[in-house]
Structure formats: structure tokens, C-alpha cells
């Protein structure tokens, strides 16, 4: 591990000033402790973060949840309002990682999380997004569990984190605090897709800050869930997933929000299968077809097509699944 110094921030202040400067924050710690040990990471200074205001969990005005970014993942998953109005972040955040993890990790370092790419974790390796310009040694090597949508020439790697993938599906908004102020930015803009910069993952401006995450307001009752398909059936990445939600009135679907991990560079956002089901009475047949547009688009790799049809057959078990229920 390379020397770095060490600011514990006593409030929102001198974090944004350490910050600005070019401290790195940190909270959990469970993906940046990691990879300063693999030294992957070399920050000059790390800012602690831990003790801002950032951890309630509450319903906005208008209807939504606001999820502080210090809430725990095993605080968030377990919070009574949470696995009542969204049971698809719940889930998504049980399915994820080891309950030590979760007790760790928080909101806000969870969809910051750095992808599980194994050459991203080899030093010794090519790898675009650790050293821009070196190359990727994923386009032509293991690329088992790597992306089949969003990819560029410059980088194939899986965005890995879980509760992104039901906060695309619900179009969450990040909220941020920077030197220059707050500002919000649509979940789908704040995760980029690596294009010629796979090195720079998230629209954030020097020495900003995660403060929360907002998921709007949807109508009720909403039925929601998160399906996980993986090598084994704990403590590891997803190979697909589905977040889905579901309002249906009148025997027919209003609202449809979907989204599927483990496939893109980025959670990936299936507006194609929620057009598919707008006003459609469901059926078996409906989510059938809806979910063949679920890898729309796809470029696989090697030894990845397998993900082309595991995903369509994910998105279209959890549309049952989460159609079916009562
Ligand atoms: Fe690096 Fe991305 Fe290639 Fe993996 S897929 S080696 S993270 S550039």
C-alpha cells in the first residue's frame, strides 16, 4: 500500500475543503481499502466521511424515499419504509455482497463501487481504466462475466454493484454537494459508459459529495423485485439481473420500471420492454415478449453470448414473478 495521509472531517465543511483539494472521501471503505492494498488505488490523502449528517431515510414531500449516502446497506435493506415501498431496493441490497459487507458498505460507496474486472485488479495487466492507454486485456480474454451492452473498444467491464440496478429502474435521482453548491443528476446520468474514458465513471466534479439518493414518487400500489442469477448463491457478482416494478390497474399496466445488471457497462435501463407492457393486459405471454427486448442492442464477446439469452429468460421471470403477485 502506497503512503497516503488522513483527514477525519469533523463536519460538511472541512470535508468539502479536504475535498476539493484532492482528497479522496471515504466511508466503509469496502471497495477502496481493497484496492489501496492491491494498489490499484494510490490516493495522497483520504477524507473520512463517516461522521456527516447523512443518515436518514425518509419520504419526501412529494411522495418519494430519500435514502441518505451514509445509511449501511443492511440499514437501508432492513428500513420498514423501504421494504414497503420499494421492495426491489431491499432485495437488491440482500442480495448483494456478505451481511459484514453490508453492514459496512454504504448508499453512497455502493454505486461508487469499482468494477470486478480481474484485469482491473491486476496491476501486472493492460487495463484502460486503471492506466488510460494501456489497453484492455478483457477483449480478448476472460470476458466470462463481462458486458454485452454499453461496451466500447476501450473497455468491456460490468458495473457491479446491485442497488443501482433498481435505482435505474426506478429513475432515482443523485443528490450532490459540492464546492460549488447542491445539485441533482438523473441516476441514468450520473453512471457513464466507459466510450474512450473508461477511467472516469461518474459525473462528478472535483470534491463533490454523495449527500443521497431519491427515488421518485410512483403510483400505488406498486409491486416490485429484484431477481439475481450468479455462479453461486451467495457472496457473488450477478451474470444477470432484473429489477423490476409494476403498477397495473384495471387489469392493465400503467407504470413499468426495468432495468437488468450484469450485462452493461452501466445498470441498464430497458425502456424498450417497458414500452412493451404499457397499457398490455399481463399475461405469460406478455412478459414473454416484452423481455425478448431485453438484450436489445447486445454485442457480446467470447465467452459471454450465453448472457444475450440469460438475460431476456431473467427480465422475463421476475416480470411473472413480480406480475403474479397480489
Ligand atoms: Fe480494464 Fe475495462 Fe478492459 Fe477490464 S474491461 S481490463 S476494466 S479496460
Redesign the pocket.
Known sequence: MHPFSFIKAANTREALSAGRRGGRYIAGGTTLVDLMRETVERPETLVDISDLPMRDVKVTERGGLRIGALVSMAEAAAHPKVRSLFPVISQALELSASAQLRNMATIGGNIMQR?R?T??RDVT??????EPGSG????HGH?RT?AILGTSD????THPSDVAVAFAALEATVHLLGPAGERRVTFADFLLK?GDT?NREQALRQGELITGVEIPALARPLKSGYLKVRDRQSYEFALTSAAVALYVRGGVVREAKVAAGGVGTVPWKLSAVEQALIGERPSDRLWAEAARHAAGGARPLQHNRFKVELVNRTVERQLRTVGGMK
Open positions: 468494477t474486472c484485469y482491473f495487466a493492460d487495463c484502460n481504466k486503471r484492455c486485456a478483457a477483449l470476458n463481462h476501450s473497455c468491456v467491464a466507459p473508461p
